[in-house]
């Protein structure tokens, strides 16, 4: 089957690549989608041919926040512009014609479509898979009307070997110089596989000198720039000694190019084949890997176009396992002719290793910033001193709120009568009302009109030794009456003389004839589950010769939580170092600060609620002493 060739065919090829060339040494790209990897593999790639200059420009990433990316240019770090539209890109990069189209297969058509309206894109390669044939068509017409060529859709995009690759072309640094894709040599190569491209490289480089150019033109039933587009454009292109094709069953691009030959069109000497021969042994239509590859009728199959080929002068060989034979065959005919010369292997640039990249294989070892011993985010799952998120979080587990706090405060679970007595802790914590330093600050910040966090933080920062700090104060002391076997008198005059009030004593309002009721529950609590409460029992004691003094002198609630939560970590057998270790870093007051944000919060929910104007303080609530300023005679 032969098809008609579309008019202007090879002028459209000229008129936007003079002499044939598709790519140069300095040619840049826009790379659309910020795909950090395929970037960093073709500025790995511009190490090791040495380039100055680094392929990608610009990024375009739609929705990213980000101004610039990180990425390696040899061994030193460079930041590549990222912008919110390929327009804006080009129009801050005017030296990048090529856009890189990275994005999803719902956008890549509209981004595709903008890109041809851009006077400075010449080329355009479209990764995603499963674009519409119609669309394909629409826009291979309008850039063979504008003089621009698209590469794809689906494709693993091009390659001019020693002067610019697309993306993750050519594989691995590895591959790349095995199959001596860094540098020039004589086969223009032309598959829809972008695997396949990369086998036949390498076959390439074993038995002849290399390519000199590369494309994978996409396995979509409809490529936006085929066979022939790309093959005459190779024609054109002097540094092109052959050429080389890989079709496939399905599809009738390879008579296009069977049409070219025979009219003399292509006169360099090609090598074709179609792979899926095996699909006419088949009594059913078969489909292969790729969109394309099946055939519609027998001009589609793969013996077929093969034999038509071979009809046309194409050097087709026997099978593909005979192909190597027939590239070595015309590369060495072109080279006695003296049309293909001798290639001076250029010295491969060592590309300096990723420090990941070595750490991980063992070669290096580098001293960390950091310790964390609570939790691992490094596997799929985050972990929680070991257990995975999902084995705590849902009330199936068993794990509470508290099971969670122990885990990663003190990277054990603990017992559930420790647990319950920490969730009384932070209820009773939670507010003391609006009129508390925390309480009111947060109020006045969220009637500014600050957010949330702003709010919160204001009255978290009231939070120290005169307001919710006498919990810490409070285990700390009565922790050292009793380590020291003070008397309870000794342990009041001991604190008397050194001029610091006992804290977690003494209440406004409670008494000991009007006893506290969250002091009461938390040692009623205490005393029925605790293994024991040493530490209260000696506080009690202190409270007693204190309300002889004063009957409000009584034990409070930051007074019975810091005494309590010694005797919860005496109960669960921590030594003595731990525990002043955990006073000393500030584990009581945490508690205060985390029961607290509750309740503040809540205070800043209920002015947000309440839709409250900004907070002025009353005049006559200030004591204004500011004595009136008189000029000296």
Not at 77 to 95: C, D, F, M, Q, R
Not at 184 to 209: K, P, Q, Y
Request: hydrophobic content about 40%; aromatic content about 8%.
């Amino acid at each position: 089957m032969i098809i008609n060739k579309q008019s202007a065919e090879a002028g459209t090829i000229d008129a936007a690549f003079a002499g044939g060339v598709l790519f140069r040494r300095d040619t840049q790209a826009i790379f659309w989608n910020n795909h950090q990897t395929a970037v960093q593999r073709m500025l790995d790639y511009d190490t090791l041919i040495g380039r100055d200059l680094p392929s990608v420009a610009a990024i375009v990433s739609a929705t990213g926040s980000s101004r610039f990316g990180k990425f390696f240019f040899g061994s030193s770090e460079i930041l590549i512009p990222i912008y919110k539209s390929s327009a804006e890109a080009v129009a801050e990069h005017t030296g990048a014609d090529v856009l890189l189209n990275f994005a999803s297969f719902r956008r890549a058509y509209r981004i595709t479509d903008e890109a041809l309206g851009i006077p400075g894109i010449r080329t355009i390669m479209i990764t995603a898979e499963g674009i519409p044939e119609r669309h394909a068509r629409a826009l291979k017409l309008r850039a063979g009307e504008l003089g621009k060529l698209i590469i794809g859709p689906a494709t693993v995009g091009a390659i001019t070997p020693g002067a610019f690759k697309i993306a993750n072309t050519g594989g691995t640094i590895e591959n790349i110089i095995a199959s001596k894709l860094h540098r020039a040599g004589s086969c223009g190569l032309v598959t829809r596989s972008g695997g396949l491209f990369n086998e036949l490289a390498h076959t390439i480089a074993l038995n002849a000198d290399g390519i000199s150019e590369g494309v994978a033109i996409g396995g979509d039933r409809f490529a936006a720039s085929g066979f022939v587009e790309h093959l005459l454009r190779m024609q054109a292109n002097p540094a092109v000694k052959y050429l080389l094709m890989l079709g496939e069953v399905g599809g009738s691009e390879e008579y296009r190019v069977i049409e070219a030959v025979r009219d003399g069109r292509l006169s360099k000497p090609v090598i074709g084949w179609c792979i899926g021969t095996i699909a006419s042994h088949f009594s059913t239509g078969v489909q292969f890997g790729h969109a394309g590859a099946s055939a519609n009728d027998d001009a589609e199959m793969a013996n077929t176009k093969n034999e038509a080929m071979r009809a046309a002068g194409i050097h087709v060989p026997r099978s593909f396992n005979d192909l190597p034979e027939i590239i070595n065959g015309v590369h060495s005919e072109l080279h006695a002719e003296g049309i293909i010369g001798d290639i001076t292997e250029p010295v491969v640039t060592s590309l300096p290793e990723d420090c990941q990249t070595a750490l991980d294989s063992g070669r290096v070892r580098k001293r960390t910033h950091f310790t964390c011993t609570i939790s691992d985010d490094r596997g799929e799952e985050a972990t929680y001193a070991g257990y995975p998120i999902s084995a705590v979080a849902t009330p199936d587990t068993g794990f509470g709120i508290c099971d969670v706090i122990t885990l990663l405060w003190f990277k054990r679970r603990y017992p559930k009568w420790a647990t319950d007595f920490l969730e009384t802790v932070i209820k009773t914590v939670a507010d003391h009302g609006p009129a508390v330093s925390g309480a009111h600050n947060a109020r006045v910040t969220a009637r500014a009109g600050k957010d949330i966090i702003s709010a919160l933080v204001t009255g978290l920062l009231t939070i120290g030794p005169r307001f919710g700090g006498a919990i810490d104060g409070a285990a700390r002391y009565f922790k050292l009456g009793a380590d020291q076997n003070m008397a309870a008198d000794e342990f009041i005059d001991h604190m008397s003389e050194r001029g610091v009030l006992i804290p977690g004593i003494g209440h406004r309002i409670k008494s000991k004839k009007n006893p506290d009721l969250r002091v009461e529950g938390l040692k009623h609590y205490a005393e029925t589950h605790f293994p024991a409460t040493p530490l209260l029992d000696y506080a009690l004691q202190v409270e007693r010769r204190t309300t002889r003094k004063k009957d409000n002198l009584i034990l409070n609630v930051d007074g019975v939580v810091g005494v309590l939560m010694v005797d919860m970590w005496h109960g669960l057998g921590y030594a003595e170092e731990e525990i002043d270790r955990f006073i000393d870093s500030g584990t009581l007051n945490a508690f205060f600060v985390l029961g607290r944000s509750i309740g503040f919060i809540g205070h800043i929910l209920d002015e947000k609620r309440l839709g409250m104007p900004m907070y002025r303080h009353p005049f006559n609530d200030i004591l204004y002493d500011v004595p009136l300023k008189r000029d000296e005679p």
